[in-house]
């Protein structure tokens, strides 16, 4: 595999500023696990804790048996498993003898896995068995039905079958005997998005990308050893992996995990772990706010409450205030984590106000015009980013890459905001063709062009709606044949049989006699969703 590399001129500017470092993150890791051992670095929804000399073992083990295998330097591990302590030792396993990691969402359907398998070439797959109503077990064949049948296979947890090593058995390999890896600029993690082409695009980061956006996080929030982060984003998407793993176990704090989130799950966890940080998406802000509430608790120890995805709501931060919760908005993307941040000394009310400014010194904002201007104060451009945390371009897609990241390094966003007087910028709406729910991508196109294989579907098109907890989510429209019909139920059916993942799947299905287009034949995706909302304003939102 041969991956995208740092541009010359940019690794100069960014070690002569010391924004980029010659260490890695199992480096760091390493001196974390010699500096805090008996310190509790995991804990997770069933209570279990374990500290970091029990986990420094586990990662070697699991290490060691990664070298047996015949998994080397520079090989890609795709790891599917939950917010689970064997999930994080899967993480910094690969990591630890020079792999890249590949972790992706329980979400995933297996068409998904497939894919992402075989774009990466996977040397070695670490899955779980049954998590909620997930079982890949019983589709290993079908996700490797087009590679060779030679990958190293790890299963965590009991599933319908069983698959390859299982973890548990592996826990005795002993130490690893491969020298940690020493070069920051080697890629350390492909992490997939989906945007606005079909299929998702794998984000290739080093050590020195992944680990300068979090020292800014660390330096701005004034994070060290002694913080507990509650996680309950998967660890397998940007917020979980990068904010939750890597920052935590890097500077010796504890990472609690919940595996499946409910409300009152949350907050039994936050308060007996003491947590002093957590970041997540409204939804979930909104509802420990309410059940937080409705004991009449707080979190005493709790400083932060970073919350993105979407605008916050002004009703629901100020909730959250009345409890004496400091949420603070963040903006960024798998591309360029983090963009902004509101800092602990801004005011309160940028939490609604505003999208924060930028997360440290290095990372640059940019509100740009169509000729890559800056706008002025105010101004509604595409928002742009550009600084040491900013990936290197997209696995094996020059083509997608060259669209998103030009040649001065700049990272094009594909989202409208505009910028404040104070630094600040504002997101104001999306270029792309995306939809966004509960912090989740969906390309919607990815979605229509299984809709059309629907028997007796002509078109389709496929929108994002308001939705009272994911921000929004998807509604579909098709044009069906004479006499043919399919409602919500018929297309849930028909994706799933499709193994596309279910958060993808539209939760409002109509049938027209006709898309709005243009005269060229472009459908007018603006008028379906005008019609849609109307309905919606009429009903209630979905919820």
């Known amino acids: 595999m041969i991956f995208p590399t740092p541009r010359p001129e940019t690794t100069e500017l960014y070690y002569a500023a010391a924004y980029w470092r010659h260490e890695t993150i199992p480096q760091l890791f390493e001196k974390t696990a010699v500096n805090y051992p008996d310190r509790i670095a995991l804990s997770d929804a069933t209570g279990r804790t374990i500290s970091y000399k029990e986990l420094h073992s586990h990662v070697e083990s699991i290490a060691a048996y990664l070298v047996k295998s015949g998994l080397s330097e520079g090989d890609i591990v795709t790891i599917c498993a939950p917010n689970w302590w064997q999930t994080v030792v899967s993480i910094l396993a690969t990591i630890r003898i020079g792999g890249v990691v590949n972790p992706i969402p329980m979400t995933y359907g297996w068409k998904d896995v497939k894919y992402v398998v075989e774009?990466?070439?996977?040397?070695?797959?670490?899955?779980?068995?049954?998590?909620?109503?997930?079982?890949?077990?019983?589709?290993?064949?079908?996700?490797?039905?087009?590679?060779?049948?030679?990958?190293?296979?790890?299963?965590?947890?009991?599933?319908?079958?069983?698959?390859?090593?299982?973890?548990?058995?592996?826990?005795?390999e002993g130490v690893c005997n491969v020298a940690l890896p020493t070069e920051p600029d080697n890629v350390a993690a492909i992490l997939f998005t989906s945007g606005t082409e079909s299929t998702p695009k794998g984000v290739v980061?080093?050590?020195?990308?992944?680990?300068?956006?979090?020292?800014?996080?660390?330096?701005?929030?004034?994070?060290?050893?002694?913080?507990?982060?509650?996680?309950?984003?998967?660890?397998?998407?940007?917020?979980?992996?990068?904010?939750?793993?890597?920052?935590?176990?890097?500077?010796?704090?504890?990472?609690?995990?919940?595996?499946?989130?409910?409300?009152?799950?949350?907050?039994?966890?936050?308060?007996?772990?003491?947590?002093?940080?957590?970041?997540?998406a409204t939804p979930f802000l909104n509802e420990t706010t309410q059940e937080l509430k409705a004991r009449g608790a707080g979190l005493s120890a709790l400083r932060y409450y970073l919350c993105g995805g979407a605008p916050l709501p002004e009703v629901v931060v100020r909730k959250a205030m009345d409890i004496g919760i400091r949420v603070l908005s963040v903006y960024g993307s798998t591309e360029s984590p983090p963009h902004t941040v509101v800092w602990p000394s801004d005011p309160p009310e940028n939490a609604w106000l505003t999208d924060g400014r930028a997360a440290g010194r290095g990372i640059e904002i940019r509100i740009a015009r169509e000729n890559g201007d800056p706008c002025d104060i105010g101004e509604v451009g595409e928002q742009w980013s550009r600084g040491p945390n900013t990936f290197l371009g997209y696995l094996d897609a020059p083509e997608i890459t060259a669209k998103s990241l030009d040649a001065e390094g700049w990272y094009h966003s594909g989202d409208l905001g505009y910028q404040l007087e104070d630094g600040s910028i504002r997101i104001s709406g999306r270029i792309k063709d995306m939809i966004v729910r509960a912090g989740q991508n969906i390309a919607a196109r990815e979605v229509e062009e299984l809709l059309v294989k629907i028997p007796g579907c002509r078109e389709s098109a496929v929108v994002g709606i308001p939705h009272e907890r994911f921000g929004e989510t998807g509604g579909a429209v098709l044009v069906m044949e004479p006499d043919c019909f399919v409602g919500v139920q018929e297309v849930y059916d028909f994706l799933v049989a499709q193994g596309v993942a279910k958060f993808k799947i539209p939760e409002r299905v109509e049938c027209w006699d006709e898309l709005p287009k243009t005269p060229s034949g472009k459908i007018q995706k603006f008028k379906i969703q005008e019609i849609l909302n109307e309905k919606l304003q009429k009903r209630g939102p979905l919820q």
């Open 205 to 280: 980061h080093t050590h020195n990308t992944i680990l300068f956006g979090e020292r800014c996080f660390i330096e701005t929030l004034e994070l060290d050893h002694t913080d507990v982060c509650f996680m309950a984003s998967p660890v397998s998407h940007a917020t979980g992996f990068l904010h939750g793993v890597v920052l935590t176990l890097t500077t010796g704090g504890q990472l609690s995990l919940l595996d499946i989130f409910t409300a009152a799950a949350a907050v039994e966890q936050m308060l007996r772990d003491n947590i002093t940080w957590t970041m997540g």
């Open 119 to 172: 774009k990466c070439q996977s040397k070695a797959i670490i899955l779980a068995g049954k998590f909620r109503s997930s079982d890949l077990t019983e589709h290993l064949a079908d996700i490797l039905s087009s590679t060779k049948n030679d990958k190293t296979i790890i299963q965590i947890g009991e599933g319908k079958n069983q698959v390859g090593k299982n973890f548990d058995d592996l826990l005795a």
